[in-house]
């Protein structure tokens, strides 16, 4: 630094120009700039594993849906469609005694099996579809 100074001393004054010099003898609060930049590299690398989870969870979405619009096709548009008449056939041959109450109790419980499933595999294309849905409009989820 530059500058000038003034001294009283015993009746004598002193002024004139001045010239200072720091010289740094010891670091001053590097632990503390070390934690703020290892906080710095931890929050960057928590940025960085959000953004790839997030990306995950988008394509894992769209992945989900392909695979169940893929799968919806295969199924009967209405599972009632096929269920009334299997139903039917099943009773009637109960009735007409080619079959005992055993034998139709079983079949009889594969078609509301069958029911159960088609109506999860509908139920599991509709969360995929809102997930996918989520996933897209949710800005803070895509990367």
Known sequence: RLGAFYEKDS???IFGPAVTLEV???SRNQSGVGAARGNLRLAE?????TMARAAAEVARAAERLK???ESLTTLAPDIRAEAGPARLAIERLFESGEAN?????????RVVEGERAWM???AAVAEARIAVALARQSKSLLP
Request: charged fraction near 30%; glycine fraction near 4%; aromatic fraction near 4%.
């Open 11 to 13: 009746g004598r004054e």
């Open 24 to 26: 740094p003898l010891w």
């Open 45 to 49: 690398a928590i940025e960085a594993s």
């Open 67 to 69: 695979l169940a619009e």
């Open 101 to 109: 109450l055993a034998d139709t109790l079983l079949l009889r419980s």
């Open 120 to 122: 999860e595999a509908r």
